[in-house]
């Protein structure tokens, strides 16, 4: 008699339900957030890469070399000749040093000599999103075309600055901080400006 009672009670069904559900509506709910954080953390490493790429185009270039590069007799330029995208390989920037990558390359000169990657450039786009460290941060300069052979009003070529953050991650709720998720590499490329000063609004 007890037994078959037993069998027939129902009373506590929606506990043993709720039991079961329960673990994926936490999962589903963890996912959600995570979906959120994620998009946030994208966003704040897309925005602090534009920023660092509007600073780096209005600062000196890091390679010393390349600012007092002269290009009057390269390739057959002449005084106030438009210097052809050809005319500049790729030089790549760390924290630490400029490198070719390809030639031509001018003279790389001293590096950072006003000190504008620590001082300016990185913590500018550590505003945007802390966690960034100066290894994430690559700038690169390319020829762009732009610029004048002879140009007495500083520095002649208007190379392509691009500013590259890698090695960013992102660790997930779901997950419950078991392991990090890489995040994609971002860059912005713009053309240099005045590329002179150690200061940027």
Not at 117 to 140: C, H, W, Y
């Amino acid at each position: 008699m007890t037994v078959r009672r037993l069998l027939r009670d129902r009373s506590a069904s929606s506990a043993a339900e709720f039991a079961l559900v329960l673990p994926l509506l936490i999962v589903l709910l963890l996912g959600i957030i995570d979906a959120g954080r994620f998009m946030w953390e994208y966003n704040r490493a897309e925005k602090a890469t534009a920023e660092g790429a509007r600073i780096a185009v209005v600062t000196d270039a890091l390679s010393g070399g390349l600012q007092s590069a002269g290009y009057v007799g390269v390739g057959g330029l002449t005084q106030g000749d438009l210097i052809p995208a050809s005319a500049l390989g790729k030089i790549r920037c760390t924290n630490t040093a400029c490198t070719c990558q390809t030639t031509p390359c001018p003279t790389l000169g001293t590096f950072d000599t006003n000190g504008v990657f620590a001082s300016v450039i990185l913590p500018r786009m550590q505003m945007m999103k802390d966690g960034i460290a100066a290894t994430n941060v690559r700038i690169e300069y390319s020829g762009s075309g732009l610029g004048y052979a002879g140009d007495p009003n500083g520095m002649e070529v208007s190379p392509l600055v691009t500013v590259s953050l890698t090695g960013l991650q992102f660790r997930p709720l779901i997950l419950f901080g078991m392991t990090n998720v890489n995040l994609p590499d971002f860059s912005t490329t713009l053309t240099a400006e005045d590329s002179a000063g150690s200061q940027s609004n």
